[in-house]
Every structure is written in structure tokens, then in C-alpha cells.
């Protein structure tokens, strides 16, 4: 590639990168600045406070939130993980009666947007008394159909000798799962850990339906009823909140990426 | 008692036979091949052996003991799989003792039957190394060693040479084979290759469409194979065969085909009707001096294959296309016509229905 047009793409990508980044980059400074700055386009405050973040501390509950958030996003990205490459095990190596409509189901449920269940889920939900609580947060989303798709898809791509040996060194179905496609599927865990999570702690219209409660609140729930519903007072304090939200996919991100990356480049290099 | 029996053993996939009444008793100690083309039973066999697959019906013994609906850690053999089976995220050596870990076998045990298994394969220096940073043979050694230090009754394997190239193929064969003969552990071997079949067996299981074709020592089975797919199967280069009739001219037997006919002085040959007469390519020959024969086969030549050692002629004989294997130094050439003897005492007859006939 010629020197010229290198420099051309460059350009063109830090021009790209930076379109995605600004608006990033100028949540986090303005959440620093003093009220009266927060409207400008400035990236670099000229004064830094963390005023912004004390008031929004103070006046809602946003460290049960958090923890309410961890809790239900690590019960739900576990749980997928556990049962969903259970059942991806069973559908892409085992034998049984119903196994070719249990894979047409699955996809059938992949199909099924989520809106539509919405009401028949919460109608559920009313009827098994789960308002306010962790379960109606938490069991619908147990497992997850994309994932075990995923699951399933890498599972066949093992040879089936690798299963067979297993076996004759006197492994059970479940330790074969654990101790022999887990280790090989870690990158395809990896995505569906990553999409799981993320995909949980940024849901706000389930939590809103099911959740009345403000101990009992998720912080995308808490922050929208916060923000939206005016108790932040300022955008410098809703931002702020919008912080806290965003920082731990951030961190599990540049935790997971390498994974996250391989599985987007689509690469078939497993060892 | 035999080591192991298959008694009636039968495998049905729905309405599909794979395996049909399968019977067979093998010997302590010997090294039994299961040879036939794909589809023809012999993985299936092997897998009910190991208790990897269901058995339909009929009953599979090892020393004496009825192992057919046991699970495969409790039968007591262990296999060596086409593409080795290794787990690719454990070391060389948790991959040879992973077997013997979950069997709670005490650690210095163990390592003493780590120890003894990798000094025969020659596999110490590997120890610590992924699957993956081993080469094909290497791969194949330990698979090896990983059915070695569970010390069984009987080794099973499933085509295990397949993925190698020709050269290591060779020597893995032979090495084995020596490892069978110096451990004397009851083998049972699976492979489509009628080189490894012949070099490697003690006895011989030729199958076909889930059925035992023949069952017997290397070189009997080539001598005189039970009917026709045998004739064709075990044997390089593979035997020619002649659709014709045997007729008897005043007392003596001759094979009479389209633009063919030689005599067949054989006192064992009755008259009877179509016949499918088979001559191996060794067992046509030049002329010579002290070697004249009263059969002779005349014929154009088409291609000369020189492999080295020996000569591959592939002729046409009226409508039929015959292969002769002769010496080196045979000067023919594509297009010449040659008249070649032919060994009456070996010749093979089939009837109609493909069974050996002699």
C-alpha cells in the first residue's frame, strides 16, 4: 500500500473512532464539570468537581442498585452458561426421542421477539406472586436460546473421538462437559458471557414492569426513574448516574476482549 | 477360553442392518484384523466391543463375562481412535493419566505405568508437551500409550494408521505390531487397508454388508479366497476376473469367454454353467524356456506401469481388460502384442452367486 493512501485510511478510521468516541469522551468530562460548564462541547473541564457524583450518591439508592444489578446479571450470565452448554450438549452430541423438535424450538424461540411475550410473561409473573422480587427479575432470562445455539454450534465442530475417549476413561456425560468441552469452548463462552451480561444489566423495560420497589431496583431502572422522573435535578448528576452504569461493561470488556474479538474476526484457528 | 465372543451380535440403525448375526471368538493374545470397505460393519463391531454403541441383539463376552450392556470404563479394553481422541487442552502426560486418575488408580502406580509406557514408545522427552505441538506419529504414540497404561484385557483399533502418510504408515505398522507381539494383549484391529490386514493379522475378519465374507489366517485368505468380493478385496494389485463358462471338450475343461478360451487341466474343475474365473496379475507370466505353459492368454497392450520392482502390464484380451504384475526388465511396450502363460494350478472359479467355486 502506498505511503498516500495509508495516510488517507488512517484519517478516515481516527475521523471514524473519533465520531464514536466524542460523545463518550464528553459524558465523562462533563460529568466533572461544575453545573454552568456541563452545556459546552469542551472536552477538558476547567475546573474538576466531583459534586456531581456526591448528589447523585445521596439522593437515590445507587449503591443497593448496583449490587442488585451484579447480582442478577452474574445469576443470569451463570445460569445461561451452566444449563445453556447442558442443553447445547445434549442437542448437538446425544441421541434421544425429540431431539430433532427440541432443535426446531429452540430456533422457533429465537424468532419470537421479545415484546411479544412481554405481557403474557408479566400476566405470569402476577399470578405466581413475583412482583418485587429477585425470581421475576431473574428466572425468565435463565435460559437463553441465541446461546444455546452458539453452544451448540461450536459443540459439534468437536470431533466426536474426543467424546468417545472420554468415555472409555470412564468420564459421565456431565464431567465430559466440564472438564472437556469447557476448556475447548472458552471462546464462545467468552461471547456468551459478555452478551448475556451486558444484554441483563442494560434491560430496563422488565425491571420496570416487575419492580416496584426502589430497594429492589436494578441501576438502568433506577437511573431512567431517576433521570426521567426528575430527581436528579441536573444533567451534569444524570450523567453521573449514566457513569455508573456504563463502567463495569467497560472493565469486562477490556477483561474479555481477546475473546470478544476472535469470535468477531470468526476465526477457525482453535488449537 | 477365547478372550473375547461376540455371540449372534446384531446392530440395526431403524430399518437398517449394519451388523448381521455376528459371530466370532478370539483367541488370548492374538492380534485379530476386522477388514472390509466403509459400510461394511467393522467400526460398528468394534465400537459394541468397547460399549461405545448399543448392541440390538445378541451377546458380546470378554473373558467369559457378559459385557454387553455394561458402560465402556467397566469392560476393561481400551481404544485407539483414527484421530488419536486427544484432549488437545491437557499435557502428553495428564492425557495418559486422565484414565487412570478418575479410576483412582494411587499416583505412584500411575506414574510407574506412565513411566513404562512412554520408555517404549519412545515418547519421555514429550511429556509436557500439548497435542498440538506433536507431529502426526508422535500423536499416534500416544494415543498408544494412553490405551497402554490402562493395562486391559484387550486393545482395540479403530483404523488407526488412516491419518498418516504413506511412509509413516509403514513404520507404524510395524511398530504395532511389535508392541502386540511383545505385550501379547488380545488386538483387535479395524482398518479398510488389505496391506495392513495381511501384514499385521494373525487371523483375518473379511466383512462385507455386515456379514462375515471369511474368517481365517493372511495368507490362507489370499490363496483361496471363500467367493468373489474376498477374491477382489484382499490382494495388490487386485485380481483380474473373466465372466465365462467352463466346457468340457472331449474330457478336458476349458474357460471359454467372448474372444477368449485356454484350457483349464484341472481334475477338480466340473462342468457347470456361467462362471467368474479370477487370475491374480502374479500368476500370469512370460514365457519361458523352462517354463512353457499349455494356457496361454494373448492380448494387446495398452499401459506400462514400471513401479521399480516389478512391471504392472494392463492388456486387453478381446473385450477384456486383464493387468499382469511382471518382472522389471519385461520389454513391452504400449501397443505390442503379447502372449502370456497363465498358472492353471491357481486360478480361482466363482459360480453365480460369487462363491468360490474350487
Not at chain 1, 420497589?213 to 426513574?225: F, K, N, R, W, Y
Not at chain 2, 500423536?139 to 490405551?147: C, E, F, N, S
Not at chain 2, 505385550?183 to 496391506?195: E, F, G, R, S
Not at chain 2, 456379514?211 to 483361496?224: H, K, M, S, T, V
Request: glycine share 8%.
Amino acid at each position: 500500500m502506498s505511503t498516500l493512501r495509508r495516510v488517507g485510511l488512517y484519517a478516515a478510521l481516527t475521523l471514524a473512532a473519533l465520531t464514536f468516541i466524542y460523545p463518550f469522551l464528553w459524558m465523562i468530562s462533563s460529568t466533572l464539570k461544575p453545573p454552568f460548564d456541563v452545556g459546552t462541547l469542551e472536552l477538558i473541564p476547567d475546573r474538576i468537581t466531583l459534586d456531581n457524583y456526591r448528589t447523585m450518591w445521596v439522593r437515590a439508592p445507587f449503591g443497593r442498585a448496583l449490587l442488585n444489578s451484579a447480582l442478577v446479571a452474574t445469576t443470569i450470565t451463570a445460569a445461561v452458561l451452566v444449563l445453556g452448554s447442558m442443553t447445547a450438549y445434549a442437542m448437538a452430541r446425544l441421541r434421544f426421542r425429540g431431539q430433532p423438535a427440541l432443535n426446531a424450538i429452540t430456533v422457533v424461540v429465537l424468532l419470537i421477539p421479545g415484546q411479544l411475550t412481554l405481557i403474557p410473561l408479566y400476566t405470569l409473573i402476577v399470578k405466581l406472586g413475583w412482583i418485587d422480587t429477585y425470581a421475576a427479575l431473574i428466572v425468565p432470562y435463565l435460559f437463553n436460546a441465541t446461546a444455546i445455539l452458539m453452544m451448540r454450534q461450536f459443540f459439534l465442530q468437536i470431533p466426536h473421538s474426543l467424546i468417545d475417549a472420554a468415555r472409555m476413561d470412564g468420564m459421565g456425560e456431565m464431567r465430559i462437559l466440564f472438564s472437556i468441552f469447557w476448556p475447548l469452548a472458552k471462546p464462545v463462552l467468552a461471547i456468551v458471557a459478555i452478551f448475556t451480561f451486558m444484554g441483563s444489566w442494560n434491560e430496563v423495560l422488565w425491571p420496570l414492569l416487575v419492580v416496584r420497589e426502589q430497594q429492589l431496583m436494578t441501576l438502568p431502572q433506577l437511573l431512567t426513574v431517576f433521570a426521567l422522573g426528575g430527581g436528579a435535578g441536573s444533567l451534569g448528576v444524570s450523567l453521573a448516574s449514566a457513569m455508573v452504569l456504563v463502567v463495569p461493561v467497560v472493565i469486562a470488556y477490556v477483561f474479555l476482549q481477546r475473546y470478544f474479538i476472535e469470535s468477531m474476526a470468526g476465526s477457525g484457528t482453535k488449537g | 477360553m477365547p478372550s473375547v465372543s461376540f455371540e449372534h451380535v446384531s446392530k440395526r440403525f431403524g430399518d437398517t442392518t449394519v451388523v448381521d448375526d455376528f459371530t466370532l471368538d478370539v483367541a488370548d493374545g492374538e492380534l485379530l484384523v476386522l477388514v472390509g470397505g466403509s459400510g461394511s460393519g467393522k467400526s460398528t463391531i468394534l465400537r459394541m466391543l468397547a460399549g461405545l454403541e448399543t448392541v440390538t441383539s445378541g451377546t458380546i463376552r470378554i473373558d467369559g463375562r457378559d459385557v454387553t450392556a455394561l458402560p465402556p470404563r467397566d469392560r476393561d479394553v481400551a481404544m485407539v481412535f483414527q484421530d488419536y481422541g486427544l484432549y488437545p487442552h491437557m499435557t502428553v502426560r495428564e492425557n495418559l493419566s486422565l484414565g487412570l486418575r478418575l479410576k483412582k488408580v494411587p499416583r505412584q502406580e500411575i506414574d510407574r505405568r506412565i513411566a513404562w509406557a512412554v520408555g517404549i514408545l519412545g515418547l519421555e522427552s514429550l511429556l509436557d508437551r500439548k497435542p498440538k505441538q506433536l507431529s502426526g506419529g508422535q500423536r499416534q504414540r500416544v494415543a498408544m500409550g494412553r490405551a497402554m497404561v490402562r493395562e486391559p484385557k484387550v486393545f482395540l483399533f479403530d483404523e488407526p494408521l488412516s491419518n498418516l502418510d504413506a511412509g509413516l504408515r509403514a513404520q507404524m505398522r510395524i511398530e504395532i505390531g511389535s508392541l502386540q507381539r511383545r505385550l501379547k494383549t488380545t488386538t483387535i484391529y479395524v482398518t479398510h487397508d488389505q496391506v495392513e490386514a495381511m501384514t499385521l493379522g494373525d487371523r483375518i475378519v473379511v466383512l462385507a454388508d455386515g456379514r462375515i465374507q471369511q474368517l481365517g489366517r493372511p495368507i490362507d485368505i489370499y490363496r483361496a479366497p471363500a467367493n468373489r468380493f474376498v477374491a477382489g478385496f484382499i490382494g495388490t494389485p487386485r485380481m483380474n476376473f473373466l465372466e465365462g463358462r467352463i466346457h468340457h471338450e472331449d474330457g478336458a475343461p476349458a474357460f471359454v469367454a467372448e474372444g477368449l478360451r485356454f484350457d483349464v487341466p484341472r481334475e477338480d474343475v466340473a462342468s457347470v454353467g456361467a462362471v467368474t474365473l479370477g487370475v491374480r496379475p502374479e500368476d500370469l507370466l512370460i514365457p519361458s524356456p523352462s517354463d512353457q505353459r499349455p494356457s496361454t492368454v494373448t492380448g494387446r497392450v495398452v499401459l506400462v506401469e514400471r513401479l521399480g520392482g516389478i512391471t504392472h502390464v494392463h492388456f486387453d484380451a478381446g473385450p477384456h481388460r486383464l493387468m499382469a504384475a511382471l518382472p522389471n526388465d519385461t520389454a513391452v511396450t504400449v501397443g505390442d502384442d503379447i502372449t502370456l502363460g497363465i498358472r492353471t494350478e491357481r486360478l480361482h472359479l466363482f459360480d453365480a452367486d460369487g462363491r468360490s467355486h474350487l
